[in-house]
């Protein structure tokens, strides 16, 4: 992975930070609202480290592919992804 791993980790660990205490939210039976709040700002946190690790996928994967078939595989893979990001 070429993304700065640093990032990538801290991103995911906030977010099994929150997925922890939206866990505990639930065991609490705490306001559906606030709840559904947390799970969003999870999913955001998710977003993030997703954006980076694909950021760093075209500016280096695709970027230094060395034949032209290589690059199109690495498109392709990309355009493949974004197609699920975007359902």
Known sequence: MMADQKTVLRLLKTARGQMDGIIKMVE????????STQVM?????????????????LKHCVNTAQTQGEREEKIDELVDMLGKILK
């Open 28 to 35: 609490e039976d705490r306001y559906c609202i606030d709840i």
């Open 41 to 57: 700002a999870a999913q955001a946190m998710l977003g993030k480290a997703n954006r980076e690790i694909l950021t760093a996928h």
